[in-house]
């Protein structure tokens, strides 16, 4: 595996690639065009530019997260094969520029969603942090709002302004896509891509739905084993992947973490590693990324991961806000430095272990 960190660009991001660079067994980004438009097209210039900037720091552009994917395309538009045409542009521009892995989602409207963005702990640190009777209890137009002051001047992913500015027409497209409808127009999708996707060996590696249920009455896909399982069946391609987010799957607590790694043994080409401490199954905050702090076994899933021959970019995902740092809430430097370290630490135990055969020198 590669271990790797989240990078928004030099315009967005507090950390910077020294920083990353500085951080024991990191060595490459995960990173994108973040004031790209979903439907835009990604021209080689812009992406190489990208790339140069991040080799110059000597790391290097294991990924891409993410190339948003426009409405049409999710809700089946009339209009959608002309963002499908868009997006395979970005595909060949990307493959031409030598990368091979997006990460992308098909959530409806909200990317993911918080209901706080700085609980505070009791040591001290603050967190995200959910909980379903806050949003049971809230105007979906109201959502960006009630968070958007703690979002420390930064520009939050999937909270954008300008697209919380359309909250409502945004629902209206949404009020007739149904689960199954949107699960078609995601096959549509990718079987439309798959093309360009093996002419440049682009992984696809789509990422789970956050929370793993239903907010505001808008359709869930891919939140377990089930559904994922039916996406890897229904478009039976290998560049149809996907990414493993702990902490997204995590959220609910039916799914079993380690099996589900197993069973998607192939297919999982990224991996999000990042713990949750709940307090009821709706209510739950981030934790830090060791076992002890959270409800997740995490050597039980880097194992299976290892166990799986999982070779890809793996990162820590949100972390803490940790030691009076001023960052985007989640990704800031420390924590997730912490967490890599951590993560790092988990693999090299458990591959020493198997080359002993399991044995402990003694």
């Known amino acids: 595996m590669q271990m790797t960190m989240r990078w928004y660009g030099s315009k967005f991001d507090t950390v910077t690639l020294k920083q990353i660079r500085q951080i024991p067994g990191v060595t490459g980004v995960i990173t994108t065009l973040y004031d790209a438009q979903p439907g835009e097209i990604w021209s080689r210039e812009?992406?190489?530019?990208?790339?140069?900037?991040?080799?110059?720091?000597?790391?290097?552009?294991?990924?891409?997260?993410s190339v948003n994917i426009h409405d049409a395309i999710k809700t089946g538009s009339e209009d959608r094969d002309k963002y499908i045409a868009n997006y395979i542009e970005t595909l060949e521009n990307l493959g031409k520029e030598g990368l091979r892995l997006v990460c992308y989602n098909f959530m409806p409207v909200f990317d993911w969603t918080r209901t706080e963005l700085a609980r505070e702990r009791e040591d001290g640190s603050t967190v995200l942090a959910y909980t379903?009777?806050?949003?049971?209890?809230?105007?979906?137009?109201?959502m960006f709002a009630s968070i958007a002051d703690d979002m420390n001047g930064t520009i939050m992913p999937g909270w954008e302004p300008e697209r919380m500015a359309?909250?409502?027409?945004?629902?209206?497209?949404?009020?007739?896509?149904?689960?199954?409808?949107l699960f078609a127009n995601l096959v549509y999708f990718l079987e439309k891509i798959m093309p360009v996707c093996n002419e440049y060996d682009i992984k696809m590696a789509i990422h789970p739905d956050d929370p793993a249920w239903s907010v505001f009455g808008l359709p869930r896909i891919i939140n377990n084993k089930k559904n994922?399982?039916?996406?890897?069946?229904?478009?039976?391609?290998?560049?149809?992947?996907?990414?493993?987010?702990?902490?997204?799957?995590?959220?609910?607590?039916d799914n079993d973490l380690p099996d589900m790694i197993r069973s998607l043994k192939g297919r999982i080409y990224f991996a999000h590693v990042r713990n949750l401490r709940f307090i009821t199954p709706t209510n739950f905050e981030e934790a830090a990324h060791l076992s002890s702090d959270g409800t997740f076994d995490m050597y039980e899933i880097v194992k299976a991961l290892y166990d799986i021959g999982f070779d890809g970019p793996i990162r820590p995902d949100h972390g803490r806000m940790i030691w009076d740092e001023v960052a985007m809430p989640g990704y800031g430097?420390?924590?997730?430095?912490?967490?890599?370290?951590?993560?790092?630490g988990l693999w090299e135990a458990i591959e020493k272990s198997d080359k002993r055969g399991g044995k402990t020198c003694g």
Request: aromatic residues 8%; hydrophobic residues 40%.
């Open 228 to 253: 994922i399982l039916r996406l890897m069946d229904a478009v039976d391609d290998p560049h149809n992947g996907v990414t493993f987010c702990s902490g997204s799957y995590g959220t609910s607590l």
């Open 333 to 344: 430097l420390y924590d997730r430095a912490l967490g890599a370290t951590y993560l790092n």
């Open 46 to 65: 812009r992406i190489r530019a990208m790339k140069e900037e991040v080799e110059a720091s000597g790391l290097s552009v294991a990924g891409i997260e």
């Open 166 to 181: 359309k909250v409502k027409s945004l629902f209206e497209l949404y009020k007739d896509v149904d689960e199954e409808k």
């Open 132 to 142: 379903q009777d806050a949003v049971d209890a809230l105007d979906p137009e109201k």
